[in-house]
C-alpha cells in the first residue's frame, strides 16, 4: 500500500478531494467529487485512472461539510476506494481555506494555528466556517494525520496599497483588518503556472487576465507573475455575482432592502455570527435569486427559458466584461492572454463567446469549432484563438486547486 495525501478543495457548491501517492513530485490517484450543493440533488464523481463513475445521490448533502464527510465515508468503506485510501496510509490532509487574513504561506494546523483561523471566521463566515468545520471533523475523526492549510488569499498578497486599501478611516481599516484580499488564489496559481508552461514563457514575464468562474466568480490581473488586483474583497461576496452571491451592490442597499439587515439571521448558527444582510447577499441573490437556478449551465443556453434567464446572462456578461476592460488598462494593454477557469469558464462555450465577440475592440478572436469544443479530459491548456488573432490568446484552463495544495 502506498502512503498518500488527500487533499481537500472545499467549494461554495462542490467538495472535490484528490488523494496524491506520498512522493516526491505526488502522483494524483484518484479523485472523487459532490457537486451540486446548491442545486439537489447532489451528484457524486470519482475517478481513478481511465476508471469513472457518476451518480446522482439521494442523500440530501446541504453543506460542504456534509458532502466532505459523506466522501470521507465513502473513500474509506468503498473496496474499490479504500484501495488508494486507506486511513492508516495518510501521511497529510491538505486543505484549501478560502480566507487566511495576513497569512501568506500555508500554515500547520495546531490548537494556535486553528485559533487564530476561528477568529477570521468572520471575515469569509459562509467559506471559513465550513473549511473549518472539515478541519476540526479530520482533527476528531483523523487524529493521528497532519492537517495543512493554503489559503486563496495568499496568491493576492502582491496588490499594491491604492488597489487593496478602502478609503476609510484608516485606524478603523488597520485595527479589523478591512481591506481587499481577494480569494481563487490557489486556483490563479495553477492557471498561471500552467498558462506561463503553455506558451514557453517563464512566470516572471507572463501577464494574464484571467477568469475563475464556478458558483463564486472572480477576475484577476496578473502582471509578470503577480496579481495587481482582483474583483473579489474583503469577503469573496465582492466584485462579479455568482450563484447565490449578489456581488458588488452599492453598500447602502443594506439599509434599504430590509429593516432587520442589521440583526442576527435566524438561519445563522451560533458559530457563524451572520447577518440578515451578509445571508441574503451572500445565499439569496446572484443567479438564484434573479432565476430559481443556481446552475450556470441552465441560464447560458440558446434560447434561455425565460426573460429572468436571459438578463442574468446579459448582466454577468456586463459585469465581467467592466473587469476585463479595467485590467486590460491597468496591464497597459500588455496582455498574454485571457484566461477561462472555473465550472462555467471551462464549460461554458456560449459564455466564451458572448465576451470574445465584445472584445474585438481589443483584438480578441476565437475560433468557433475549438471554443464548442473545449478543453479534452486531459488537455490542462487548451487554446481557442483564432487564426490571424491580434490580441491577447484566449485560452480554457482546467483548473485543479487540490494539485497546488500538494507542492
Ligand atoms: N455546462 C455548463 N455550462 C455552464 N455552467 C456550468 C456548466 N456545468 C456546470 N456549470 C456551472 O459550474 C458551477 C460549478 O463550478 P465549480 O467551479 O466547479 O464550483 P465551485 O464554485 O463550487 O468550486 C455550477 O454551479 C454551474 O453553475
Ligand atoms: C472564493 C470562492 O468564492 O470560492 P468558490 O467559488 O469555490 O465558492
Ligand atoms: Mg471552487
Known amino acids: 500500500m502506498t502512503r498518500s495525501i488527500l487533499a481537500v478543495n472545499a467549494g461554495s457548491s462542490s467538495v472535490k478531494i484528490t488523494f496524491y501517492t506520498f512522493e516526491n513530485p505526488p502522483r494524483a490517484i484518484a479523485d472523487a467529487e ?26 440530501k448533502l446541504a453543506t460542504p461539510q456534509d ?5 470521507l465515508k465513502r473513500c474509506f468503506s468503498d473496496p474499490e476506494l ?14 484549501r481555506v478560502v480566507h487566511g487574513g495576513d497569512y501568506h504561506e500555508e500554515v500547520e494546523i495546531n490548537d494556535e494555528t486553528l485559533h487564530h483561523l476561528e477568529k477570521l471566521e468572520d471575515l469569509a463566515p459562509l467559506h471559513n466556517f465550513s473549511a473549518l468545520e472539515i478541519i476540526r471533523l479530520c482533527r476528531n475523526e483523523l487524529p493521528k494525520v497532519k492537517s495543512i492549510t493554503f489559503f486563496d488569499s495568499a496568491f493576492h498578497q502582491t496588490i499594491p496599497e491604492p488597489v487593496y486599501t478602502y478609503p476609510i478611516d484608516q485606524e478603523v481599516a488597520k485595527a479589523n483588518g478591512l481591506r481587499k484580499y481577494g480569494f481563487h488564489g490557489i486556483s490563479y496559481e495553477f492557471i498561471l503556472r500552467s498558462v506561463a508552461q503553455h506558451l514557453g514563457k517563464p512566470v516572471e514575464k507572463t501577464s494574464l487576465i484571467a477568469m475563475h468562474i464556478g458558483s463564486g466568480a472572480s477576475v484577476c490581473a496578473m502582471k509578470d507573475g503577480k496579481s495587481i488586483d482582483t474583483s473579489m474583497g474583503l469577503t469573496p461576496l465582492a466584485g462579479l455575482p455568482g450563484a447565490t452571491r449578489s456581488g458588488d451592490i452599492d453598500p447602502s442597499l443594506v439599509f434599504h432592502y430590509t429593516n432587520e439587515a442589521g440583526k442576527l439571521s435566524p ?28 446552475n450556470f449551465g441552465e441560464i447560458a443556453v440558446a434560447n434561455p427559458p425565460t426573460k429572468a434567464h436571459k438578463l442574468a446572462f446579459d448582466i454577468f456578461v456586463d459585469r465581467i466584461l467592466g473587469y476585463i476592460g479595467n485590467y486590460y488598462v491597468k496591464l497597459n494593454g500588455q496582455v498574454d492572454a485571457v484566461v477561462f477557469a472555473g465550472g462555467i469558464g471551462e464549460k461554458s462555450a456560449l459564455l466564451r463567446q458572448t465576451l470574445a465577440d465584445k472584445l474585438q475592440c481589443l483584438g480578441v478572436a476565437v475560433d468557433a469549432a475549438a471554443n464548442d469544443n473545449g478543453p479534452g479530459d486531459d488537455e490542462t491548456v487548451k487554446d481557442i484563438t483564432a487564426g490571424g488573432g491580434k490580441g491577447p490568446r484566449v485560452l480554457v484552463c482546467q483548473t485543479n486547486e487540490q494539485g497546488v495544495l500538494t507542492q
Open 67 to 71: 458532502a466532505f464527510n459523506y466522501l
Open 82 to 95: 479504500s484501495e488508494v485510501a486507506s486511513v492508516d496510509d495518510l501521511a497529510y490532509i491538505c486543505h
Open 34 to 59: 459532490i457537486s451540486g450543493i446548491t442545486a439537489p440533488p447532489p451528484s457524486f464523481k470519482y475517478q481513478k485512472g481511465a476508471s469513472k463513475h457518476k451518480e446522482e445521490l439521494k442523500e
Open 267 to 294: 438561519a445563522s448558527t451560533k458559530e457563524m455570527h451572520i447577518s440578515t444582510a451578509e445571508e441574503i447577499l451572500n445565499k439569496k441573490s446572484g443567479w438564484k435569486a434573479l432565476t430559481g437556478t443556481t
